[in-house]
Nanobody
Framework: VQLVESGGGLVQPGGSLRLSCTAS????????MGWYRQAPGKQRESVAS???????NYADSVKGRFTISRDNAKNTVYLQMNSLKPEDTAVYYC?????????WGQGTQVTVSS
């Protein structure tokens, strides 16, 4: 199993980024997938999830600003992040949304700063 995140970077408050996570080694289309983040000195937390059928769920802190989506043909899950805030600064990871986790990828760093 491999999970490869990309799309992070440095962005000013109020800006946008689109993260991608490409998965391999398992039947991606049959699993609920999630985005997680870990800020320095904090525990990893769930940000958003999407079921195999496309139903979504969001943490209260990102609701209305972030949108999770998936393309099963590309084995890829996306996270569109708008109206970014400094408190969104973290390393972002993708993984299964339930039933345990695969080994974590390297993540992608998102830094929101002026």
């Amino acid at each position: 199993v491999q999970l490869v995140e990309s799309g992070g970077g440095l962005v000013q408050p109020g800006g946008s980024l689109r993260l991608s996570c490409t998965a391999s080694g398992f039947t991606f289309s049959t699993y609920a997938m999630g985005w997680y983040r870990q800020a320095p000195g904090k525990q990893r937390e769930s940000v958003a999830s999407i079921t195999s059928g496309g139903s979504t769920n969001y943490a209260d802190s990102v609701k209305g600003r972030f949108t999770i989506s998936r393309d099963n043909a590309k084995n890829t899950v996306y996270l569109q992040m708008n109206s970014l805030k400094p408190e969104d600064t973290a390393v972002y990871y993708c993984n299964k949304a339930r039933g345990g986790w695969y080994s974590w990828g390297q993540g992608t760093q998102v830094t929101v700063s002026s």
